[in-house]
Structure formats: structure tokens, C-alpha cells
């Protein structure tokens, strides 16, 4: 149980487009879904979290109007990066909040060239 | 959230017992202890978690001291797949703190052959 999946599982885009990523728990619901990234050899960096039915809550330094996110399921949450610069290249992780935890999808790598 | 310090890296004789250690002496009493790892390139994946009790599940045991200021994850019979970082995390449950994970550097476990 517990399995929360992502999509798409990487993605190239060009320099000033923009870039969904879908972020589904599978076999439970969710209010709370949380979106973090993390740059090679670094650790992961919580960007925002995300309520079902209500605006995400963003941690400092993370730009709401460049990464949005939605969250209109118990069971979805959508990550855009719009305007992609080549710099927001990363890995891109969401969770789900379940029972005893949070749980996490495979990640999603993002090139922008 | 309680700081936690883990060594940066480890290595373990595949068969072997891993004991890998964690230091949070700030950690509050409402405060679980967390383990993940995230093995190159997935999402973190969920090992266990603890209050005050030493705890045990199908992947490993964690032991916690009485005064709660560190804890040792144990991999009983590590294989080259525990090969991964661990990270330990203290959490904060329930009243509107949703879990929330902040990711220090973690450990490094290699498991050689």
C-alpha cells in the first residue's frame, strides 16, 4: 500500500516553456501532498506544500508565481514550472501524506536546454 | 525540528549487520524519529519510525536511547541494494505540522560484496 506515483518520469523542454508534472497517490487519498527538488549531489529541498481544495503553502526563497501547484484531488497534485530557464534543472520529488508518513513518488528529472 | 547529525558516509560487508547512527540531542518530546533512504535517483523510500520504543519491522530495527538524544537504524543482513543514503529525520506529528520532513545530508551506506 501506500504507492504514490509521478509523471511524467523525465522531461527535456526549451528555455521558456513550461513543464507539468503529475503527482498521484494510488491507493489512498491524500489531503496533503508535499513538491521538493533536489540538485545532484545535494539533499532534498522541500519547495511547497500542497492541500487539497486550498492555495499551497511555499517555503521561503521558492517563487509561487514561477512553481505552481494544484491540488483539485484527494488523489492529484500538479507541479508547473513555467518559463523554464536551464537552471531549474533538477529532480523533482513529490509526497504524499498518508497514515504514519509521508510517502514518495519515483521523482521526476527535468532538463530544460 | 530536532538537528540531527549522521556520519557522511559508511561501508558494510554484504551479509553483515549495517548499524548506522544518528545524533538529534535537541529533539523535542513530541518528536519522532524517522528513517528514510533514497537510493541514486528515486524518490526516498520509508524505513521506519520511533518514538521512545525500539521498533522493528521487515527492513530493519531502530534502536533509541532512553534519553532519546541518538539513535542506530540496523540493517540486519545488508545486501548490495540497502546500498543507498539514509537519512534520519525528526518529525513533528499532528497538529498542523503535516509531518513535515526536513532533509539533512544523510549517510552514505556502501555495501561492498
Known amino acids: 500500500g501506500a504507492v504514490v506515483s509521478q509523471h511524467p518520469s523525465w522531461v527535456i523542454c526549451k528555455s521558456g516553456t513550461s513543464v507539468k508534472i503529475e503527482c498521484r497517490s494510488l491507493?489512498?487519498?491524500?489531503?496533503?501532498m508535499f513538491w521538493y527538488r533536489q540538485f545532484p549531489k545535494q539533499s532534498l529541498m522541500l519547495m511547497a506544500t500542497?492541500?487539497?481544495?486550498?492555495?499551497?503553502?511555499?517555503e521561503q526563497g521558492v517563487e509561487k508565481d514561477k512553481f505552481l501547484i494544484n491540488h483539485a484531488s484527494l488523489t492529484l497534485s500538479t507541479l508547473t514550472v513555467t518559463s523554464a530557464h536551464p537552471e531549474d534543472s533538477s529532480f523533482y520529488i513529490c509526497?504524499?501524506?498518508?497514515?504514519?508518513?509521508?510517502?514518495f513518488g519515483p521523482g521526476t528529472r527535468l532538463t530544460v536546454t | 525540528d530536532a538537528k540531527t547529525t549522521q556520519p557522511p558516509s559508511m561501508d558494510c560487508a554484504e551479509g553483515r549487520a549495517a548499524n548506522l547512527p544518528c545524533n538529534h540531542s535537541?529533539?523535542?518530546?513530541?518528536?519522532?524519529v524517522y528513517w528514510y533512504r533514497q537510493i541514486h535517483s528515486q524518490g526516498p523510500q520509508y524505513i521506519i519510525h520511533?518514538?521512545?520504543n525500539n521498533e522493528t519491522n521487515e527492513m530493519a530495527s531502530l534502536i533509541i536511547t532512553e534519553d532519546r538524544k541518538s539513535s542506530t537504524l540496523i540493517l540486519p543482513h545488508a545486501t548490495l541494494r540497502d546500498t543507498a543514503v539514509y537519512y534520519c529525520?525528526?518529525?513533528?506529528?499532528?497538529?498542523?505540522?503535516?509531518?513535515?520532513?526536513?532533509f539533512g545530508k544523510g549517510t552514505l551506506l556502501t555495501v561492498n560484496p
Open positions: 509526497s504524499a501524506l498518508g497514515g504514519s508518513g509521508q510517502y
Open positions: 491507493d489512498f487519498q491524500a489531503t496533503t
Open positions: 500542497s492541500n487539497e481544495g486550498s492555495k499551497a503553502t511555499y
Open positions: 535537541t529533539i523535542s518530546g513530541n518528536e519522532y
Open positions: 520511533g518514538l521512545k
Open positions: 529525520i525528526g518529525v513533528r506529528r499532528g497538529g498542523g505540522s503535516n509531518y513535515k520532513l526536513t
